[in-house]
């Protein structure tokens, strides 16, 4: 049976109720309930391992205690982690932080011109960018590798950057291009009879009616450009400029047993994203709506 | 101010579709011309071309004696008022009223001046500071109103700007808007599929229909001379009663049988319609439901007297509508504007009588039931004629008292 | 003329971002089907022609074939697994319960970890080590008396089915599982939500029970949400790399195509072969994703 409540119409009077209809009625939430924790419960469990693990001292960390509190709550992983993963945290700054501005500039201009000042075959060029957000990366890994090579950049983190900006431009255009469609297309008509162009409506009538769907847009390419590890294992050959990924798997890869080490550094690693996400985790919710071409 | 001339209008799209067909129309400086008809009829698109929001396919136009077909709407010098008012929602509502200025870079003090004086002429200077959120249906109708006004531009052009107020409001804003109107005098398209606005409104009226004019005229001559059915059905509420009719020739003249009764036409209505041409063939007769009477000792001399059995009564206060059916064929679904001819599910309507069905206006005091039989009188110097294959009046196109009496004058 | 006047500027301002997709999306996708179809097949880049050489090598590639099979695998279980749950907890929020935020929170949360560090937990937690060394989730399960449930995991590769040995990559399946479960319960609710409320009252009115309600009027609405659903974790799981990398690194029990390519790049510099790989992933996706691409904007011009 389904877990839940059944909701009999008002106008039924309650003795005329089945009476195992009123039991299953008030089991059904507590059913409900403990699915639901249940599998939160399941969901933190690697939280719980990242942080219990994290504070555990290289001793603690042995199979016998593996599902233990720490006996000694120690930081000292945590230091390590640091200092060994913080000039790569900078570098996925450094990276994602400008990369993260441009796409979403992109992805405004653009999907405001797709949806709200439309030109003939706007929608085949949609189509055309839609499948970019597709395809894998590895189709033109070989080829981007060679031709961001033979760019003058003075550091690989550029070249990186670049890779991020132009392969964001279709999920940033579908979110903004989608936020745009529930704009009422008159808004912008009157614009333009008041006598504005098409910059001047975007900047005054558009621009400032947009701030959901940048941050939608800056949460979801932040979090992806933080995250990503298929492109900056390709781009950066350069160990000194490794994201916090590259450098995250090279660290705990080449080690066996120091999982206290392994832990807080991947704890570490996911930080700045998880705090987006707990800060913003509502526009989170809606830019996924987004990215699945709803709307 | 200027006076716009429409010629051959025409919007066609990529499907092939014609929303609006060869459109020729002329709309003089300050006059207030209201385009109506049912929805889909092109009104909407016609504006739309005029403003510049919609290309135009084929044809003309002219503002102010420029030709406007390549002007970009920016350009155009035209305020619009929107259904859904389109304000600017982030904007308040001083800054709404003064988006077109800036883009125009008035000088600031000119934009505050002008907001203000727009402001107390639509009576929304406590509101300048809010946000259109903030705001009243009404309000945010005045806002928009505001926003076109404040420009002063050679035309204004409104779509349907009333339809989503409440009836009570509508009323009052109809007449606040053509108070304004007329004391600003700026040449207005007005847009509406509401045939008492169009009536109550409208300097001239153009009735469209697919895409195509209809008829154009001031409010009177559209009512009492409908060009065709079409109009004849659509303006007038209740609508004018339609019916086919035969002409028959008697010793004494020209009669017109409709159902069971046989009416003698007055020569005169007989001439003007030219009714001799259509003898011992059908017409559409029509009759508006106000001409029709309860025969009582005042009303009985020339008209028409027929026994007629009330199917339903309407009680609206200040009249009482009666239905009764009359044993005569109703005029083709889709020459009328009733229900839209795809919405016409069957021929015979839900009541089960056969015939066409009347209304008449009575004394709001007849004291009819439903099931009462009745004498009604029709006026018959109101009776309208129709040709049953093109839908055209058969009224000639020149009145012969209007027409010659300046000619006569000049001689 | 005044039309290109009124959509000119429009078409100028996404202008840049055509051109980039042009070069950087199509115009690299031909560079590499020309790279796969060339002799560089050694570090030094040549691009000579050399036909279909690197594709004839990978149909007697066994160890290609095998990473197939794991996608496959990989592909069918992660599949099932995030819409069956995303589905069932989108079923357990619709009605709205009290905390629905902070639930949708949790379950949502592992989209924001990165899989290089969700991997290092789940290699921890899929542990495979036997006797003394037992840990994870194992160790788990010895401690709550249910033994039987523990495996070898990722190196689940004894028992054959269907003719393929690679079993562990169900297990593989498990971290991706958990970190998009939260993502299809997401899309589900909002198809969930997207029921008009109308609709349930109309057939409740008919006297349908919630469950039928459920069956016959909601469900039915849910059908573009599974296919959605469907394309998206399809496409991220011919895709995946990175969690095989942080789990598995180059050991062939954990290779997928994505992985194989990588290595064929590095550790055997044929760019010939690495470039075949990809365009063949490119063709699987373009199976799976252009015809709904097409439904999809379709669908959108006629609404």
Redesign the interface.
């Known amino acids: 049976?389904?877990?839940?409540?059944?909701?009999l119409?008002a106008s039924v009077p309650a003795r005329s109720r089945p009476g195992w209809r009123r039991v299953k009625k008030a089991r059904a939430?507590a059913i409900?309930?403990t699915?639901?924790l249940i599998?939160?419960v399941?969901?933190?469990?690697?939280v719980y391992?990242?942080i219990v693990?994290g504070f555990k001292g290289v001793a603690e960390t042995d199979?016998a205690h593996?599902?233990a509190l720490p006996h000694l709550w120690t930081t000292s992983a945590w230091r390590q982690a640091w200092d060994q993963l913080s000039p790569n945290m900078m570098n996925s700054l450094e990276l994602a932080i400008p990369a993260t501005i441009l796409s979403t500039v992109?992805g405004c201009?653009?999907g405001?011109?797709?949806s709200k000042?439309?030109?003939?075959g706007?929608?085949i060029?949609?189509?055309?960018?839609?499948?970019?957000m597709?395809?894998?990366?590895?189709?033109?890994?070989?080829?981007?590798t060679?031709?961001l090579a033979k760019l003058q950049f003075p550091a690989q983190l550029p070249r990186l950057a670049l890779?991020h900006i132009?392969?964001g431009?279709?999920i940033t255009?579908l979110i903004f291009r989608n936020y745009y469609a529930t704009i009422?297309e008159?808004?912008m008509?009157?614009?333009?009879?008041?006598?504005?162009?098409?910059?001047?409506t975007l900047w005054?009538?558009v621009l400032?009616?947009s701030v959901p769907a940048f941050v939608v847009t800056m949460i979801w390419q932040f979090?992806s450009i933080?995250?990503?590890?298929?492109f900056a294992?390709?781009i950066i050959t350069d160990p000194s400029q490794y994201p916090v990924?590259v450098a995250?798997?090279n660290t705990?890869?080449s080690l066996v047993s120091a999982?206290d080490l392994?832990?807080s550094?991947?704890?570490l690693?996911?930080l700045p994203?998880?705090v987006?996400?707990?800060l913003l985790?509502r526009y989170?919710?809606r830019g996924?709506?987004a990215?699945?071409?709803?709307g | 101010m200027a006076e716009i001339v429409i010629n051959g209008l025409t919007k066609r799209y990529p499907n092939g579709f014609e929303a609006v067909k060869d459109l020729t129309l002329d709309i003089g400086e300050g006059e207030l011309l209201v385009l109506v008809g049912p929805s889909g009829c092109g009104k909407t698109t016609a504006l739309r071309m005029i403003?510049?929001?919609e290309e135009i396919s084929d044809g003309d136009l002219y503002i102010g004696g420029q030709r406007m077909n390549d002007v970009l709407?920016?350009?155009r010098d035209?305020?619009?008022v929107?259904?859904?008012y389109?304000?600017?929602?982030?904007?308040t509502v001083a800054q709404n009223i003064a988006?077109?200025l800036k883009?125009?870079r008035r000088p600031r003090a000119e934009i505050k001046r002008r907001v203000h004086e727009t402001a107390q002429l639509l009576a929304i200077e406590e509101m300048l500071d809010r946000r259109p959120k903030q705001l009243s249906g009404g309000q945010r109708q005045r806002v928009a109103m505001g926003?076109a006004i404040i420009?002063q531009p050679q035309v204004f052009l409104m779509d349907e700007p009333l339809s989503n107020l409440d009836a009570k409001l509508r009323v009052q804003m109809r007449g606040e808007i053509d108070a304004l109107q007329k004391r600003l005098a700026v040449t207005t398209v007005y847009v509406t599929h509401d045939q008492v606005e169009a009536m109550t409104m409208g300097d001239r009226v153009a009735v469209l229909r697919d895409g195509k004019l209809q008829q154009v005229d001031t409010p009177f001559q559209i009512y009492e001379r409908p060009a065709n059915l079409f109009v004849a059905s659509f303006i007038g509420s209740p609508p004018m009663n339609l019916a086919e009719a035969a002409i028959k020739q008697t010793k004494d003249g020209l009669t017109v049988s409709l159902g069971e009764a046989e009416i003698a036409i007055p020569h005169e209505l007989a001439a003007r319609n030219s009714l001799d041409a259509w003898v011992g063939k059908s017409v559409i007769a029509g009759i508006r439901p106000e001409d029709i009477y309860e025969v009582t000792r005042k009303t009985a001399k020339l008209q028409a007297a027929m026994q007629v059995k009330i199917d339903r009564v309407e009680a609206l206060g200040a009249s009482l509508l009666g239905y009764f059916s009359v044993d005569a064929a109703a005029p083709r679904a889709e020459s009328v504007s009733a229900i839209p001819a795809e919405e016409v599910l069957s021929e015979a309507p839900l009541t089960g009588t056969s015939g066409t069905s009347f209304c008449a206006i009575f004394e709001p005091r007849a004291m009819l039931k439903i099931g009462d039989t009745t004498e009604v009188a029709l006026d018959l110097s109101r009776l309208h004629f129709f040709d049953p294959e093109t839908d055209a009046s058969l009224l000639a196109e020149d009145e012969p008292e209007k027409k010659k009496k300046p000619e006569a004058k000049k001689k | 003329m005044k039309n290109i006047r009124r959509?000119?500027?429009?078409?100028l301002?996404?202008s840049?971002?055509?051109i980039?997709?042009a070069i950087?999306?199509y115009g690299?996708?031909g560079?590499?089907i020309k790279?796969s179809l060339s002799n560089w097949r050694q570090a030094q880049?040549t691009s000579h022609y050399a036909g279909l050489g690197a594709y004839r090598d990978l149909a007697h590639d066994a160890q290609f074939r095998l990473t197939l099979a794991h996608l496959l695998i990989f592909t069918i279980v992660f599949a099932l697994g995030t819409l069956i749950?995303g589905w069932?907890?989108a079923?357990?929020?619709?009605?709205g319960?009290k905390g629905e935020g902070f639930?949708?929170?949790?379950?949502?949360?592992?989209?924001?970890?990165?899989?290089?560090?969700?991997g290092?937990?789940?290699r921890?937690?899929m542990n495979p080590?036997p006797g003394?060394?037992?840990?994870?989730l194992n160790?788990?399960f010895d401690?709550i008396g249910l033994h039987s449930l523990s495996n070898q995991w990722y190196l689940n590769d004894h028992s054959v089915v269907f003719g393929i040995r690679s079993w562990g990559m169900a297990a593989m399946a498990l971290p991706a599982i958990?970190a998009l479960?939260?993502?299809v319960m997401?899309?589900y609710l909002?198809g969930f939500r997207g029921v008009p409320e109308e609709l349930r009252e109309a057939a409740?009115?008919d006297g349908a029970?919630?469950?039928r309600v459920?069956r016959h009027v909601v469900f039915p609405h849910l059908k573009p949400v599974t296919l959605?659903?469907l394309i998206?974790i399809g496409?991220i799981s011919?895709?995946v790399?990175?969690l095989m990398?942080?789990i598995g690194?180059k050991q062939w029990f954990t290779q997928t195509p994505?992985v194989y390519?990588?290595i064929q790049?590095y550790d055997s510099s044929d760019?010939a072969k690495?470039?075949a790989?990809?365009?063949l992933?490119?063709l699987l996706?373009s199976i799976l994703?252009?015809p709904y691409?097409?439904y999809?904007?379709r669908a959108e011009?006629r609404s």
């Open positions: 049976m389904t877990a839940t409540p059944t909701t119409p939430p409900k309930y699915a639901l599998f939160a399941i969901i933190l469990m690697p391992i990242l693990t199979p593996a599902w992109l201009l653009n405001f011109a797709l000042w439309r030109f003939p706007a929608n060029v949609f189509t055309f960018f839609l499948f970019g597709f395809i894998p990366y590895q189709a033109v890994m070989i080829p981007l060679e031709l890779a132009i392969y431009i279709p255009t009422p008159d808004l008509e009157s614009s333009r009879m008041d006598g504005a162009g098409m910059l001047r005054s009538v400032p009616i979090t933080w995250n990503d590890f298929l294992v390709f990924t995250l798997n705990t890869g999982y392994q832990m550094a991947a704890l690693a996911s994203t998880l987006v996400y707990i985790g989170f919710m996924l709506m990215g699945a071409l709803k | 403003a510049g929001l709407e920016k350009d035209i305020a619009m929107f259904q859904n389109a304000l600017y929602p982030h904007m988006f077109s883009i125009a926003r420009r | 959509w000119g500027p429009g078409l301002l996404v840049p971002s055509i980039l997709i950087f999306v690299l996708i560079w590499n790279v880049p749950i069932t907890l079923l357990l929020l619709d009605k319960v639930f949708r929170a949790v379950y949502l949360f592992p989209m924001a970890i990165s899989f290089i560090a969700s290092i937990v789940w921890w937690l080590a003394d060394r037992t840990t994870g160790a788990l401690k958990w479960s939260g993502y997401a899309l909002a409740r009115m029970s919630e469950l459920y959605a659903a998206i496409h011919i895709k790399f990175d990398v942080a690194g994505a390519m990588w790049i760019y690495g470039a790989i990809a365009t992933l490119l996706i994703v252009i691409l097409i999809t904007v011009r």
